[in-house]
């Protein structure tokens, strides 16, 4: 029996920003099932990590009640699943109970004072758990089998938070295992992973590419789309270079180059594990989803 290619669809926070702009990622993984198999890796909402950084370093009283960072992301995020789902799905609690985690995490002064960068990196991890939660309710809310994956369970990394470092043979057969034990599609978080002591990591600023890399990779994917909000990798960042061009195709050694010197549309070491190997990595723009982006 012939087995269907793989496809990872990796959204980042720019393809996550409203309601809409979810809808639209969820279809085009729907439309992916009937002759693919879809893996979807997720970043935050845009703008969460931001704020989730800003929470962490931030001075916050320790007072009774959460401060207000919390309760403007948790109205943010239940409001974005009762609009896409409905407040009686049974995913809503999990989703409630990230923001419970959060609080509690937030107000651990004894695991703050005693590794404040582990403490902060399970923090930032909110950010994906609850939107992996999302885009799978929602997959599932329209009849189509996923389940939201959180990578700490199957990136496997060292401990140094904020930018840690991969064990490239582990989580290889770890990201196998879990995604061939999942039924359905696998919602996986991107920027996370977990140390020995099974403590959250995170894989540094814009990680999420790279766990997709990590997943096209494990699983010999065919394809991995990297939907972003340009045009593909353009001849320089358009917020600085407005008349910045789409590049049609670039090789593995140009985009290596491209990143390595900011290029931050791709996290530099996506490609890494996807080198001489046939996975055609792709660029797209959901913003503009007709354009065909960048080839690599
Ligand atoms: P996402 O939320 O999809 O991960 P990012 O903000 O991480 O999005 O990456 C997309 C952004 O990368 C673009 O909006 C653009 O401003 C920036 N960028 C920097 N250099 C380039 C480049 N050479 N080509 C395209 N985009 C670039
Ligand atoms: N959410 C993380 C960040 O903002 C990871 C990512 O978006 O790739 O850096
Ligand atoms: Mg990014």
Do not use: C
């Not at 087995?3 to 990622?25: E, M, W, Y």
């Not at 990590?214 to 990798?233: H, K, Q, Y």
């Amino acid at each position: 029996m012939k087995t269907s290619p793989t496809h990872v669809l990796k959204f980042g926070g720019s393809s996550l920003q409203t309601t809409d702009l979810i809808r639209q990622a969820a279809e085009l993984v729907s439309a992916r099932t009937n002759n693919t198999r879809p893996v979807v890796v997720v970043s935050a909402i845009d703008g969460v990590t931001d704020q989730l950084i800003a929470l962490a370093d931030g001075n916050f009283e320790n007072t009774d009640s959460p401060p207000p960072q919390i309760t403007q992301l948790k109205q943010q995020h239940l409001e974005y699943f009762d609009t896409l789902i409905s407040a009686d799905h049974p995913n809503r609690p999990l989703l409630n109970d990230l923001f419970t985690e959060l609080e509690a995490i937030t107000k651990d002064q004894i695991f703050r004072k005693n590794n404040r960068y582990a403490w902060r990196d399970q923090l930032l991890s909110i950010g994906e758990r609850a939107s992996a939660l999302i885009f799978a309710s929602l997959l599932s809310h329209w009849d189509i089998p996923a389940h939201a994956r959180e990578a700490q369970h199957f990136i496997k990394t060292d401990s140094s938070f904020g930018r840690a470092q991969v064990d490239l043979d582990t989580t290889r057969n770890l990201i196998q295992q879990a995604v061939s034990s999942a039924d359905g599609i696998p919602v996986i978080t991107g920027f996370i992973g977990s140390n020995d002591d099974k403590q959250i990591t995170t894989l540094g600023r814009s990680g999420s590419d790279y766990t997709a890399g990590l997943v096209a990779s494990a699983l010999d994917a065919e394809r991995l789309e990297i939907w972003t909000d340009v045009n593909g990798v353009l001849t320089a960042d358009p917020k600085w270079v407005p008349g910045a061009e789409s590049i049609q195709q670039l090789s593995f050694a140009d985009i290596s180059e491209l990143s390595a010197h900011g290029a931050n549309v791709i996290h530099p070491q996506t490609i890494r594990p996807l080198q001489n190997t046939d996975t055609a990595v792709v660029v797209k723009n959901s913003h503009n989803p007709v354009h065909p982006g960048t080839l690599i």
